[in-house]
Nanobody
């Protein structure tokens, strides 16, 4: 089992920045990749950014150049630095972990609202 706890969401003005954190605990050794997904009201959940155990990253086209995913292995934590935020970035953001057993784990979600 893997437990994921997100933090760092909130209300920010357009053009502002936020950093989301996702702390993992439990069977850390089983994690193969971690990522951030988001789900806006009335829309499907979508991948925002992902980082593998080897450090490879990929991003949704809509956030490339604005968002950066990183990790601190010593703290078992993954971060999502979000800059130049836009109203269309408003969504619930969920941390995800892929495991060697192909079982996905999810955090509880944190709300990001971009509004003036």
């Amino acid at each position: 089992q893997v437990q994921l706890v997100e933090s760092g969401g909130g209300l920010v003005q357009p053009g502002g920045s936020l950093r989301l954190s996702c702390a993992a605990s439990g069977s850390i050794f089983a994690i193969t990749a971690m990522g951030w997904y988001r789900q806006a009201s009335g829309k499907q959940r979508e991948l925002v950014a992902r980082i593998t155990r080897a450090g490879s990253t990929n991003y949704a086209d809509s956030v490339k150049g604005r968002f950066t995913i990183s990790r601190d292995n010593a703290k078992n934590t993954v971060y999502l630095q979000m800059n130049s935020l836009k109203p269309e970035d408003t969504a619930a953001y969920f941390c995800n972990a892929d495991s060697i057993a192909n079982i996905p784990y999810w955090g509880q979600g944190t709300q990001v609202t971009v509004s003036s």
